[in-house]
């Protein structure tokens, strides 16, 4: 039996809930194709901070590292929205990413037949978007320095932060894309502002450059602004799209409430080794936390990326995938994604209904 | 009689077209309201790079410093795209904007009954969406520096810009949005990432320290990943929206397309004092350029914008405002927001139609 080592972090708000829903399928799909998970549970996020005051504890961190793949729930809260920058749950997750080296997002943004009402889009531009955001994930304005809040020489105060890129940040989140995009539609389109971003200038550059070495991967450019414009005009146009961590983190966002079942997403962050980070993308939902209402699907739709992804068991991921859509096609909907005519089921139910059919 | 100074700089593709029918209906309702105009037209963009080889001559900057008001029409093109940086129509705006110390970039987003059809969006969503996004306009990473593309100490290229506010820089576009806010519905929503950028930190602070001198207004604070999120999903929910340059060109772009009629959308610019600079959201449309196609709405409405904004003349803006919804509720529509049932009609026709009803 092949053993893995995973991380779970369930986090703040609704990420408990949805973990350990997530964590009976990731087993079960194990199980029946031969692995076994010895699954270590850290504190993380909110939660972190309330037991040992900072979100990401070392220990945490540590066995992240030494993880085989990391499961991660939710992060965030009221509660802990007005401490100091370093001091929220946020800070935890950039450093646990820059920690685990996973410097590539997917964020893939489905529009199932399932769900299709579910878009505020009409049913015509919704239905049959597919397409995968990778998003640079561990660099760019998110880390750059110099960055922080001085005083200048008019004794006024100064924010900064530095979108910097160095050349092989770009090359190596820009092979991610092209290898994503060939194993797709063949169709890549990197996104940034290089009318008036030196940094886009740079990016541009590199990717254009690559590009020779996937001839079989048809690349464009298109400018931010007009990208945030085509993804609600026409989101069918794209496959793959490529960009950096700020404009990826706003684009992806979009492109998933456009799917309108942001409670059916997943994601995978990827280094060049080492363990990936497997979460929904959806937040912490504090409003609706404890009361058994959370989508897990989401979750349950990252362990499977963690196994297709972050193990290269692509047989156990088929599993799951092909389980949360049985749940689906049974009528099973959780508040978020119910329509009339369908069956309400709280977190819990819709887990032991995913199970049933893996 | 009134005599003002307006600068037109029609710039390239569709500019000159939609340019020469607003320039006339602005003429038409300034008359009528006692207003006489002196128009200078000057090169901008793609058509002055071609004629003396720079996309801002300095006449041309003077022509519109020394204006009461600036109306462009749009600029660049395929042409000019492999220009190097200095040399593209776009660095042209970016100067202009900053020569002009037009700090506030108005833009309604607004969904107009007779064209609800037009949206992406279902029509229960679009509906009665009306919000107007404030954007800074001469500051952050568009003008930050250090800039540039550099080599770092292993050898290899490094793209970097400087996202940099200075309390007064926030504070006075805050001041612009409060008051945009108080003649609106009241509502201000002020759009950062104050969870990650320390730009945003001191946005954040800035802004709700001066909230108590507008009791009137109700504040609100959002990330910019969920504002491109909640745009989609409920974007009824917006009055008046406040955001940095970068931010601001992304969402604005995007809360135009909701409406569906990005080919109606105008823009004002403002600075402290001296001349504003208005023009429409759209672009240069290099590929029905010529052909009598452009919708001049939106600089039609631009122009009117130039009267409310630029110089304090809201009766004749509102005979402009109401002579476009005179020329759309006949039925008159450009090709862009043609539907069954109306009248398919071109550039100038539309502009003779509007001209009519002034
Ligand atoms: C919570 C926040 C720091 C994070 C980000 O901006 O990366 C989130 O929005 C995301 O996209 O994962
Ligand atoms: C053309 C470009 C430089 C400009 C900008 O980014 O400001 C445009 O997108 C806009 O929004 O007016």
Chains 1, 2 share one sequence.
């Not at 959806?282 to 699907?297: F, M, T």
Request: aromatic share 6%; glycine share 10%.
């Amino acid at each position: 039996k092949k053993r893995y080592n995973i991380a779970l972090l369930p986090g703040d708000g609704i990420g408990p809930e949805v973990i350990s829903v997530a964590k009976n399928v990731l087993q079960k799909a194990g199980f029946l194709q031969g692995l076994e998970f010895d699954f270590q549970e850290m504190p993380f996020g909110g939660a972190a901070l309330d037991l040992v005051g900072v979100p990401l504890p070392e220990e945490t961190s540590t066995a992240a590292k030494q993880s085989d793949a990391v499961l991660l729930g939710a992060i965030g809260g009221y509660k802990w929205d007005k401490n100091e920058k370093h001091l929220r749950p946020e800070m935890g997750l950039l450093h646990l990413r820059r920690d685990l080296k996973v410097f590539a997002n997917l964020r893939p943004a489905t529009v199932l037949p399932q769900l299709v009402d579910a878009s505020t889009l009409k049913k015509e531009v919704a239905q049959g978007v597919d397409m995968m955001i990778v998003r640079e994930l561990t660099g760019g304005i998110y880390f750059g320095e110099p960055r922080g809040i001085t005083i200048n020489e008019n004794g006024e105060e100064v924010g900064v932060n530095t979108e910097i890129y160095a050349a092989h940040e770009i090359d190596r989140i820009a092979r991610v894309a092209f290898e994503t995009a060939r194993k797709r539609r063949g169709k890549l389109c990197s996104v940034d502002k290089a009318n008036v971003l030196d940094a886009s200038i740079l990016w541009r550059k590199r990717v254009t450059a690559l590009a020779s070495e996937y001839p079989d991967v048809e690349l464009s450019h298109m400018y931010v602004d007009n990208a945030a414009m085509q993804l609600i005009r026409y989101p069918k146009q794209f496959d793959t799209i490529v960009t950096n961590n700020i404009f990826g983190d706003i684009l992806s966002d979009e492109a998933s409430m456009i799917t309108g079942s942001i409670g059916m997403l997943p994601s995978a962050s990827l280094g060049e080794s080492g363990p990936g980070l497997f979460e929904p993308i959806h937040g912490s939902a504090p409003d609706i936390a404890g009361q058994d209402k959370a989508n897990p699907l989401a979750t349950i739709l990252s362990a499977a990326m963690l196994l297709k992804y972050g193990l290269g068991e692509e047989k156990a991921a088929k599993r799951i995938e092909d389980a949360v859509l049985d749940a689906l096609n049974k009528g099973f909907r959780t508040g978020d994604i119910y329509s009339p005519g369908n069956k309400l089921v709280g977190c819990k139910e819709m887990g032991e209904e995913v199970l049933k059919s893996v």
